[in-house]
């Protein structure tokens, strides 16, 4: 692109709230530049006159700069680990009425796959599982409920059993019982305001786009919303290095206590 896209990020945080500042600046300039092109748009500043007069490529242009690569029981695991180790762990610190966070939580794949994991400790009328993302579109999708099968590959058979319907050879809808447990709202990690006192925060496979002050910045506010001895729950290729400079101890690969 000709013109200047420090110009470019300043008038996107003005219109969408997005710092794009906060992600690593070579990945997203490439996105961004390949969905210009795709319109014939040849200058950034040409490009932010479209999306503010035109709302269907305004929210094109969000939904594309989230990162929305989803599926249940990703890394099954380690959600193995966070049933046979974590919750116990958190049932017995904090009672049975957990709080628990899904941030980021893209399509609903995550805190559906935490209901379904939770139902098999107590009934799903108990159940209340936070789930938030800044993607407007991507929430709409997960309050439909409608996956395809690749994205339920890793999901365990008795829950594909119990809490889908089939609708035709490629496509499931999830019950309704599990998403009457999931709370969703629109939230952005890098401005708003963290709900408190949560028992687990799950925020997987996110912030590897992040620059690294953005993700610490991140993962400090995640420690105020944990109750003492809460869990941060995040990504394969997101462990945290030297835990403790954030106020965290490593309780299992991948599963971090408030210290």
């Given at each position: 692109?000709?013109?200047?896209?420090?110009?470019?990020?300043?008038?996107?945080?003005?219109?969408?709230?997005?710092?794009?500042?906060?992600?690593?600046?070579?990945?997203?300039?490439?996105?961004?530049?390949?969905?210009?092109?795709?319109?014939?748009?040849?200058?950034?500043?040409?490009?932010?006159?479209?999306?503010?007069?035109?709302?269907?490529?305004?929210?094109?242009f969000v939904n594309y700069l989230t990162i929305?690569?989803?599926?249940?029981?990703?890394?099954?695991?380690?959600?193995?680990?966070?049933?046979?180790?974590?919750?116990?762990?958190?049932?017995?610190?904090?009672?049975?009425?957990?709080?628990?966070?899904?941030?980021?939580?893209?399509?609903?794949?995550?805190?559906?796959?935490?209901?379904?994991?939770?139902?098999?400790?107590?009934?799903?009328?108990?159940?209340?599982?936070?789930?938030?993302?800044?993607?407007?579109?991507?929430?709409?999708?997960?309050?439909?409920?409608?996956?395809?099968?690749?994205?339920?590959?890793?999901?365990?058979?008795?829950?594909?059993?119990?809490?889908?319907?089939?609708?035709?050879?490629?496509?499931?809808?999830?019950?309704?019982?599990?998403?009457?447990?999931?709370?969703?709202?629109?939230?952005?990690?890098?401005?708003?305001?963290?709900?408190?006192?949560?028992?687990?925060?799950?925020?997987?496979?996110?912030?590897?786009?992040?620059?690294?002050?953005?993700?610490?910045?991140?993962y400090k506010k995640f420690n105020s919303s944990?109750?003492?001895?809460?869990?941060?729950?995040?990504?394969?290729?997101?462990?945290?290095?030297?835990?403790?400079?954030?106020?965290?101890?490593?309780?299992?690969?991948?599963?971090?206590?408030?210290?």
């Open positions: 692109m000709a013109d200047n896209y420090e110009i470019f990020k300043n008038q996107v945080f003005a219109i969408t709230k997005i710092d794009l500042s906060s992600y690593k600046e070579r990945q997203m300039k490439r996105r961004i530049d390949a969905l210009i092109a795709k319109h014939r748009i040849t200058s950034y500043s040409d490009y932010i006159e479209t999306i503010r007069k035109n709302p269907v490529m305004f929210e094109e929305n690569v989803s599926e249940f029981y990703r890394n099954p695991e380690q959600w193995k680990l966070l049933e046979q180790d974590v919750l116990p762990y958190l049932f017995n610190r904090f009672g049975n009425n957990l709080k628990i966070w899904s941030a980021a939580c893209s399509t609903g794949d995550e805190p559906y796959s935490l209901v379904m994991l939770l139902s098999k400790f107590m009934p799903l009328s108990r159940i209340k599982v936070i789930a938030t993302d800044i993607d407007k579109q991507v929430l709409e999708k997960a309050k439909l409920g409608l996956y395809n099968v690749k994205s339920l590959k890793g999901l365990p058979p008795e829950f594909l059993t119990k809490y889908f319907r089939e609708i035709n050879n490629s496509t499931y809808q999830i019950a309704d019982s599990i998403k009457a447990c999931v709370e969703f709202r629109q939230h952005n990690l890098l401005k708003d305001e963290y709900p408190g006192q949560c028992d687990l925060i799950v925020c997987r496979n996110v912030l590897i786009y992040f620059t690294e002050d953005a993700k610490n910045t991140i944990l109750k003492k001895d809460g869990i941060l729950f995040v990504g394969s290729t997101e462990q945290i290095i030297q835990p403790q400079n954030l106020q965290y101890t490593t309780y299992k690969s991948f599963f971090y206590k408030k210290s």
